[in-house]
């Protein structure tokens, strides 16, 4: 056997080597596309190491980092809102009431519809992570519960008649606010706004409120027409003063000038032939329709 030829492996080699830099190629461009992280706007992603929050985060654009050992989990810095409604199809969960049932000092339930906006600050995006994960899951275990905890205790305070008011509503918004602003300091999270939406009270006290409301419009129309009435009156009486001193100024000029009034009776014949103007004692004119006296003595020769 030793006089065999020797077997020629050079084919192998190269085949392994074809093979080796084919592999080595592939790897460096999966590695390559997962070095490069895309961050989309209104967006930060936060860097993990092997899993643990590194504390840094990438902003929109385009980033590098490690393969295999790094990490990132997108979180939304937009304004959210979180919706709890009484509304059919609106709110975090549309498919059901989910209002805030409160019961009121004067011991009545009513429903409360409350939106918070909040977002979530760029830079404290690694705390909240860590403390939230996701909006979700603040949402269910922040938000939402003191939310209704807060609504509760301090609608609680208030009788329904002023929490169907503006103020008492008002009362509501900043206990709310408050409370969350506390919740979430130090958390990533800031609060924005919180907004009362709707107060549904029972049927039976809702209408009694409207017919007290109509009431009160009836009464207010009724002291606008009696304002009207007394300003009207007032006008007439000022109209009668001001004509019954027109008629004193006038006569007064008369009796001063009895001059004028004989030219007002030449003039007067010269424009109106059924019309006479008298010069009476104490300088009032007297006047006299001539077509009336026809008339009259015409009426009675018939």
């Keep these: 056997m030793s006089g065999d030829p020797p077997i020629d492996t050079s084919g192998f080699a190269t085949s392994a080597t074809v ?15 997962m070095a490069f992280e895309g961050v989309n706007e209104g967006n930060v ?19 590098f980092i490690t393969p295999i050992i790094e990490g990132t989990v997108s979180i939304p810095t937009r304004p959210q809102t979180y919706t709890m409604s009484s509304q059919s199809g609106e709110g975090d969960n549309a498919n059901q009431d989910d209002s805030v049932r409160v019961l009121t000092q004067d011991g009545l339930h009513v429903d409360v519809d409350v939106t918070v906006r909040y977002r979530v600050t760029p830079r404290d995006a690694p705390r909240f992570h860590e403390e939230y994960r996701d909006l979700p899951t603040a949402e269910t275990r922040l938000i939402r519960p003191t939310v209704r905890s807060v609504l509760r205790t301090e609608g609680g305070n208030i009788d329904v008649t002023d929490i169907y008011t503006g103020e008492g509503q008002t009362r509501l918004k900043l206990a709310v606010e408050k409370a969350l602003k506390t919740e979430t300091d130090g958390s990533g999270i800031v609060i924005e706004s919180v907004q009362i939406r709707n107060v549904r009270l029972p049927s039976e006290y809702a209408k009694s409120i409207e017919q007290k409301k109509v009431k009160q419009q009836k009464i207010e129309e009724a002291e606008y027409e009696i304002q009207v009435a007394e300003k009207n009156k007032q006008r007439q009486v000022i109209e009668a003063e001001a004509e019954a ?12 000038n009895p001059e004028v009034l004989d030219l007002r009776y030449i003039e007067a014949l010269r424009e109106n032939d059924n ?3 008298v010069p009476a004692e104490g300088g009032v004119a007297l006047t006299r329709d001539v077509t009336d006296d026809a ?6 020769t018939r």
Excluded: C, D
Excluded at 22 to 33: D, P
Excluded at 295 to 300: A, D, F, L, P
């Design 245 to 256: 001193e027109q008629i004193r100024i006038k006569g007064k000029a008369l009796r001063q």
């Design 275 to 277: 019309t006479i103007y």
């Design 45 to 63: 992603k936060v860097v993990k190491n092997q899993g643990a929050v590194t504390g840094n985060i990438l902003e929109p654009g385009w980033h």
């Design 295 to 300: 008339t009259s003595t015409n009426e009675s």
């Design 19 to 33: 093979i080796g830099l084919v592999v080595i190629l592939l790897v460096s461009a999966v590695g390559g596309v």
